[in-house]
C-alpha cells in the first residue's frame, strides 16, 4: 500500500546522521544482543458567558479540545492513512517505529524497550525492576520511572514498552527479575508510580504483557487456563491501577492465549475488561509478532500490529472494503492513538534527540540499587563490616570480576560503564586491608586452577585461601532471560559446592547473591551468618554492594518475592500447571499464589515475603482504628507508630495485611493491602497511617461479575513482614 514517505532531515533527526535503510528483519528479538509532562497540552480557549459562568475542570476542557482535533484530523484521513497508523513498519535503528503522515502533521512513533533502561544505543543500566519493587518506596519508583523517560526521550523515543507488571507464578520463569514480584498490591503500587514518572516526561508508558504472562517456556503458543476470580484477584490489579490511577498511554498484548484465545484477539480482556469496563482510552498494541490474524484481532479490540502490518496492513485494509471490519472500528484505532499523541504533546513536540545528563542517571539508578538490597541473614551483627578490624578479605567467586548490570533478553542494556563487586571493594580498602581474589571454576580439571597467577581456582584452592583470610566474601549469581526460563532454581555452576566449601573454611563468610529472582539456598544458608540479596543492580553493581559491606548504607530492601525451602513447597509444581500438558497450563492453584499458597498450606520458607533486615531495630506500638465498625463502602483508617530503636539511622518498611475472617468463600490468610517506608533517626518515632476502602476488603465475585465486600469481622495485621507480625486488631463491616 502506499506510504509517506520519510523526508531526509527527519531521517537525519532520528538517527543523528546515520543512514536510514528500509530491512525485512527487524524486531525486538533481533535487538536482544545489541546495546540499545507534558500531559494535556493541547487547550482549548472556551468563551464562557459572564453572566453564567460555568467551572469546567481544566482536565476536561483539555480533553474536549483534544477529541474535537483529532475528529477533524480523521475526517480528513484516507482509508490508506488511517490504515498506516495502526501497524508498525521495520526501520533500520527502531524496536518499534510507525512513520509520521506529513500530509496531515500527524508524528512519528517511536518505541523502544524496556523495563531495565533506553535499549537505543549505549545508555543507563538501571537495576532490574524486581530490585526496585525490593526497595518498596513508591517516591522512588516515580524517580525510576522518571529517569527512564527522561533518558527515552532524549534518544528520541517516545514510547516507552515498560514497565512488566506480570506476576511472578513460575519461580523458574526467564523474565521474572523484569517483575515486580509475587503480589499484585506491591506490583500494582510500584507499576503505577513508575508509570507516573515515565510519562511525566512527556513519554507514552506502554504496559505490559496483558495478561497472565508468566512463564517464557512455549510463551508463544501456550494457553494460561485460568478461572475469573484468579484473573481479576491476581494477575489484572497491576493493569488496572495503570489504567484508573497512572492513566497509562498504551497497553502491550502479551504472546499467550487466555483460556484459549490469544491475547492480542481476546475480546473479554482487550474490550469486555479493558476498555468498556476499565475505561481506557489509549491503544492496544500487540507484542512483537503477537498478532496471528486481521479480522478478529481488529474487531477484538487490538489497536497495533507491531512490528509490521503483517495482518493491520494490507489484510486490513482489504477487510474493511469487503465489510469485514467496519471503518468505524478503524477510526477508533485510530481516535485512540492520535488521542494519547496529542495527550503527549507529541504534535507540539515531535520525538528528538537530545541532552541527558548521565550522572543524573546513574545517581537515580545507584539509590535504587541501594533501596532494594535486601539483608537476609545478619548473625552475630557480622555486618557492616569495620575496616579497622580486619587485615585481609578473601573476594570469591565465578563471576565477581564482572558487574551483574541485568538480565538478558528486551531488558538487556549496554551500559556506558560498570564497576565490578572486585572493583569496588578493592578500591574501597585501598592498601589498607590484602584482598586475596579467587575465581572460582567449577569441574576438576586441575590445569584450570592458577590462582596465583589468574585467580581462577577450583575447591580445594578457594578453601585454601578462605582459610587464610580473616573474613571471606563469596558471590553468586544465576542467569535470567527473556525467551528462556531457567532450568530450575538452584544456582547455576557449582555455585552451592562453591559456597559450602568456602563456609567450611572460614565461618565468618557473607554471601551475596546477584539473581533476579528465587534460588535455593537450603544447601548452605542455615552455616552462613550473614546473607545479602543484591539481585541485578545495574551499572553500580560493585559499588551499591560495597556501600552496604561497608555501612555507607544501611540495607532496607524487603523481599517482593517468598523464598521457598524445596521446589515442591511452591504452589506450582506440577507439569498441568507448568509448562503446561497439551499447550494449557492449569492455574489449579488459584488464587494462592505466593505468600497466600505458604500461609494456606503452612509451609514454612527460608525467607518470607516482606522480609529485610536492617543495621538497626525497629518497635511497633499503640495500633489504632479510626473505627472498629463500619458500613460496606466506608474508609476506614489505621495508624501505628514505629520507632528507631537501635543506633544507626535506617529505614524500615511498615507493611499492613488483610483477613477476613467470617468470609463465605475460601480467602488468604493475609493480603498486603498497604505499606509506608519511614525513614528515622536513632530513637526516633513516627505515626503511620494507612487508607482502606472497599476494594481493600474485597473478593472478586464472577457470578454478579463484581467486587464484593461482606459483612462479618475483618482482621488488621501490621508488622515488619508477612510472617513477622507486631500487632494486630479487629474490626466488623456491617
Known sequence: MPREPIDEHSQRRLLG?????????????????????????????????QAKPINVPREQVAGSAIEQKV??????????????????????????????????????????????????????????????????????????????????KAKGQN????????????????????????????????ATADIKGIQSQGVIAEVKHYAANNQEKQRLTVSAEVDERTLREIYLPAFEAAVKEARVGSVMAAYNKVN???????????????????GFDGFAVSDWGATHSTIAAANNGLDMEMPTGEFFGAKLSEAVKTGQVSEATINDKVRRILRIMMRFGFFDRPAAIGPIDYNVQAQVGRRVAEAGVVLLKNEGSLLPLDLNRLKSIAIIGAYVDRATSGGGGSARMSPLYTISPLGAITQRVGERIAVKFVRFVPGNDLSKSD???????????????????????????????????????????EQDQMITAVLGANKRTIVVLNTGAIVLLNKWVDSAPAVIQAWYPGQDDGNVIADVLFGVVNPSGKLPLTFPRARQDVAVSSPEQYPGVSGKGQYSEGIFIGYRHFDKHKIDPIFPFG????????????????RTQIKAGEPLTVEVVVKNTGRRQGAEVVQLYIQDLEASVERPIKELKGFEKVRLKPGQSQLIKFGLNDRSLAFYDPAHKRWVVEPGQFQVMVGSSSRDIRLTTTFSVT
Open 71 to 152: 475528529d477533524a484530523i480523521i475526517a480528513r484521513m484516507t482509508l490508506e492513512e488511517k490504515i498506516q497508523m495502526v501497524h508498525g513498519e521495520r526501520l533500520t535503528g527502531f524496536i518499534g517505529y510507525v512513520p509520521a503522515i506529513p500530509r496531515l502533521g500527524i508524528p512519528e512513533l517511536t518505541l523502544t524497550d524496556g523495563p531495565a533502561g533506553i535499549r537505543h544505543g549505549p545508555g543507563t543500566a538501571f537495576p532490574a525492576p524486581v530490585a526496585l519493587a525490593a526497595s518498596w518506596d513508591r517516591a522512588l519508583a516515580e524517580s525510576y520511572g522518571a529517569a527512564m523517560g527522561a533518558e527515552a
Open 17 to 49: 546522521d546515520k543512514t536510514v535503510k528500509k530491512t525485512k528483519t527487524i524486531s525486538r528479538r533481533a535487538f536482544f544482543g545489541q546495546s540499545s509532562a507534558a500531559s494535556l497540552v493541547v487547550l482549548a480557549s472556551q468563551k464562557v458567558s
Open 159 to 190: 514510547i516507552l514498552l515498560a514497565p512488566m507488571v506480570n506476576i511472578v507464578r513460575v519461580p523458574e520463569g526467564g523474565r521474572n527479575f523484569e517483575t515486580f514480584g509475587e503480589d499484585p498490591y506491591l506490583t500494582a503500587q510500584i
Open 451 to 493: 590462582p596465583a597467577t589468574t585467580g581462577a581456582a577450583l575447591i580445594a584452592d578457594t578453601v585454601k585461601i578462605a582459610k587464610s583470610c580473616d573474613l571471606a566474601i563469596v558471590f553468586a549469581r544465576d542467569f535470567e532471560t527473556e525467551g528462556d526460563d531457567r532450568a530450575n532454581i538452584d544456582l547455576p555452576d
Open 611 to 626: 522480609h529485610g533486615l536492617s543495621y538497626t531495630t525497629f518497635a511497633y506500638s499503640n495500633l489504632k482504628l479510626s
Open 260 to 278: 484459549g484465545t490469544h491475547s492480542s484477539e481476546n475480546t473479554h480482556l482487550l474490550k469486555d475488561i479493558l476498555k468498556n469496563e476499565w
